[in-house]
């Protein structure tokens, strides 16, 4: 039989039920981590931020040319956001703000060029204000002050050529000067003609370097054409961090991934099993029915060995055992079995139960059921029904019966059309006990007597008493505790039971508590009937579970046709 894999909602289900159940990790990670974060954040130096903001303006070239309105040069705000992050910037500074390394100066600089602009935004951090403002504001003017002294710089150079060359004309032309005059006493018309023509030349040369030197920016101009800070830092009131909201906030977002993380870790390192489809996954086998907790009804008390079909027969437990009962029916007519071993992987996860309030639903549905309790290392199948244990199973194999028909050692219980075969005294050797070939005749016997023979048997995994039994009966039921049982001690036990030949019919989820369980989304049905149940005044329920049942009939009878 395939058991059907879930689909994408059941998975989404799924993780929202280990979220669920996970939730106190979660939660315990996140509170850490804020703690921490803060601890961190509170302990961290103040550090104030202040920006100053300045217009940088394209320089002039130092000369003019013929062109009239000449444009200047774009401005390269990278080239410049360099500039104020030099050193010889951070020299001006030092020696304003008295400190001795003008790097030290650097590292809390910052300088952005706003985009589409000609901006520059000076950013100091320190952990003065004051001194945060001061800086800015420094590094502002001294850029400027470093860029006029650049600029002065070219147009001092240009100066002093335009000078020279206009001093060297100006000889030239006192010396053509007193040629020309020598030419013309000696009345050398040609000569003087000729040197005419080259102080005509020398004077037009002369003239456009006084207007090329006239042309010259002047330092006030340089100045003016140098940039403006059209925005000064100011003090700032707070400090710019730690942000004691945004490390916060950031550490909750990180303490959620980590505990969630975490959560999912554990979860994949749990080998419980994670509810009714989990089971199902594993095993390969159909989950019969989910007993939930047994919770007495108002003023009754709980006892150990209680027939709970019988003591509450409209309780919670009783409609899961009549669900069982519905999905053995089912399948016991489809696979023509007779008899049932109901066991567990270990100790405690309540097979005896299981079987005594199974066999006496069978019993209330007018089946003829037989219970054989086959622990014979810690029999308590008798108590359940208050018969006697004197004789049993184990006298019966060992031959002490007077009477050689196992019929005769059936006791009558208070369930009509149920009966009981005792386990007898315990024996000393129970797993070679139940290796006689007495066994499979008891069996056979009970099998032609009985609707149904349900046999409790002890866990597999501690001793080797359910193989054997296993191996003369129809079917198995494995018991799983919701809350204890471990997927791999199951999967041992589903193993060990088909290696003798005897295939899992289903699993019965015992101690279902859908009040608490993180996987409660698959037990709708009990988590409104508790819910009815705990309301006072209500003597009857709304539900007799006929459709309950029916439904679980066809969720069994899927299973099987997949």
């Not at 060297?168 to 003609?193: H, Q």
């Not at 505990?259 to 489809?277: H, M, V, Y």
């Not at 039971?497 to 279902?512: D, H, M, P």
Request: charged fraction near 25%.
């Amino acid at each position: 039989m395939d058991i059907p894999r879930a689909d994408e909602s059941a998975d989404l289900r799924h993780y929202l039920g280990i979220l669920k159940s996970r939730k106190w990790t979660i939660l315990v990670v996140t509170a850490v981590v804020i703690a921490a974060a803060l601890l961190l954040s509170f302990r961290q130096t103040p550090l104030y931020r202040a920006e100053a903001r300045v217009l940088v303006n394209p320089l002039p070239s130092a000369t003019v040319t013929t062109v009239p309105n000449q444009l200047a040069a774009p401005v390269n705000l990278q080239t410049e956001k360099e500039v104020v992050a030099s050193v010889p910037v951070a020299q001006l500074v030092a020696e304003e703000l008295d400190v001795a390394d003008p790097t030290e100066l650097l590292d809390d600089l910052e300088v952005e060029a706003l985009a589409d602009t000609e901006v520059l935004v000076v950013t100091y951090t320190s952990p003065d204000a004051r001194i945060a403002a001061r800086a800015a504001n420094s590094f502002a003017e001294n850029y400027i002050r470093f860029r006029v002294r650049q600029a002065l710089e070219s147009v001092i150079t240009t100066r002093s050529s335009v000078e020279d060359r206009i001093d060297a004309t100006r000889d030239n032309l006192e010396g053509l000067a007193e040629r020309i005059e020598r030419a013309r006493k000696a009345e050398d018309d040609a000569l003087v003609s000729t040197l005419e023509t080259e102080r005509t030349a020398l004077v037009a040369r002369l003239g456009v370097l006084q207007e090329r030197l006239e042309g010259v920016q002047t330092e006030d101009s340089v100045r003016l054409a140098a940039g403006d800070v059209i925005e000064p830092a100011t003090r700032p009131a707070a400090p710019s961090s730690p942000d004691h909201v945004v490390n916060g906030l950031l550490a909750a977002i990180a303490g959620v991934v980590l505990g969630t993380g975490l959560a999912f870790f554990r979860e994949r390192l749990d080998d419980k099993f994670r509810g009714r489809a989990d089971i199902e996954r594993a095993l390969e086998a159909p989950v019969l029915a989910a007993v939930p907790k047994f919770r007495p009804s108002k003023g009754a008390s709980a006892k150990p060995f209680e027939l709970m079909v019988a003591a509450e027969p409209k309780g919670t437990a009783s409609e899961a055992y009549r669900t069982l009962r519905t999905s053995v029916q089912f399948i016991a007519s489809q696979q023509g079995i007779r008899s049932l071993l109901i066991t567990s992987p270990s100790a405690g996860e309540g097979k005896t139960s299981t079987t005594s309030n199974l066999g006496a639903a069978l019993a209330q549905a007018g089946k003829r059921v037989i219970l054989l309790s086959a622990d014979m290392r810690r029999p308590t199948l008798e108590r359940f029904f208050g018969v006697r244990n004197r004789h049993g199973l184990s006298t019966w194999l060992l031959g002490e019966d007077v009477d050689d028909d196992p019929m005769s050692l059936l006791q009558d219980s208070d369930v009509p059309n149920l009966r009981i075969l005792a386990c007898g005294p315990v024996p000393s050797n129970p797993a070679e006990l139940l290796a006689s070939p007495r066994l499979a005749r008891l069996l056979n016997e009970l099998e032609l007597n009985a609707d149904m023979v349900l046999v409790d048997s002890p866990p597999v995994l501690p001793v080797a008493d359910a193989a054997i039994l296993a191996s003369h009966v129809g079917g198995s039921i494995l018991v799983v505790d919701a809350a204890a049982s471990h997927r791999s001690a199951t999967l041992h036990a589903k193993e060990a039971l088909e290696r003798v030949g005897t295939g899992v019919i289903g699993t019965v989820l015992n101690a279902f508590d859908p009040g608490t369980s993180p996987y409660d989304y698959y037990y709708p049905y009990y988590r409104r009937y508790h819910s009815y149940e705990s309301a006072p005044g209500n003597g009857e329920r709304r539900d007799d579970g006929a459709g309950e049942e029916r439904r679980e009939r066809s969720r069994i009878a899927g299973l099987f046709r997949r």
